[in-house]
């Protein structure tokens, strides 16, 4: 079982002190670091990818490594499906109860009440035209990583599809192509077992004959 470490760019000195100080008293098996503001995020991509059953995902914080509850949330389903361990420093969470054992339910819970609803953009003032653009980027990247996250959560291309209100498999499969995801056709596919939820059917992953 490994640990990956993620952190994204970020200026803070004293945040990137106490992230070090705690990384360094446990095992990494691979370090993460976004180096650019590319919103598209290539480093948390491939932390995603690696990460399999039983791991463990250290981050610096809920708010470095997430842009809103959404976000977050198809990371806390990805994990539970794979009893993967989360690790988050600057908010003293651990999900085994092990780094901070003072901590409680409620610290939990403080930190996922401070999450963003939506993620927001720089504070600077846009013109309309600058706005939509912004908008309309931000949209599409959100979508590119939905689709990326439920892939990785068990959803079929079918049903990725129908939630997100897409037209063709091809598009869906240009965007897993574009974030490096390795995809389960031909020589691999997924299969339903009765009623069986997301997170129980990435489990479910069998070669084909």
């Known amino acids: 079982m490994a640990n990956f470490v ?4 970020t200026q803070n000195y004293e ?13 990494c098996s691979k370090y993460y670091h976004e180096e650019t503001d590319d919103e ?23 708010n470095n490594a997430f ?35 003072e901590k409680g339910t409620k610290n939990v819970l403080d930190v996922i009440s401070k999450m963003p609803l939506h993620g ?18 931000n949209a599409r990247i959100k979508k590119h990583q939905t689709v990326v996250n439920m892939y990785k959560g068990g959803y079929s291309v079918s049903e990725i599809m129908k939630r997100l209100n897409i037209k063709s498999k091809s598009t869906v499969y240009s965007i897993l192509h574009k974030y490096d995801i390795s995809l389960e056709y031909p020589t691999m596919i997924r ?13 479910m992953r069998i070669e084909a004959l």
């Open 40 to 62: 598209s995020r290539p480093a948390w991509s491939k932390f995603i990818d690696n990460l399999k059953e039983g791991d463990t995902a250290t981050f610096l914080s809920f």
């Open 15 to 27: 945040q990137h002190e106490k992230f070090h100080d705690v990384i360094n008293g446990v095992k």
């Open 120 to 137: 927001d953009n720089a504070t600077k003032a846009f013109t309309y035209t600058e706005l939509k653009a912004i908008n309309g980027r």
């Open 191 to 203: 299969m339903k077992h009765g009623n069986a939820n997301p997170e129980e059917r990435s489990l």
């Open 67 to 101: 842009k809103n509850i959404r976000e977050m949330t198809m990371f806390l389903k990805l994990c539970s499906s794979k009893n993967i361990r989360i690790v988050s420093v600057m908010d003293s969470v651990d999900s085994t109860d092990e780094l901070f054992p």
């Open 6 to 9: 993620y952190i994204n760019k």
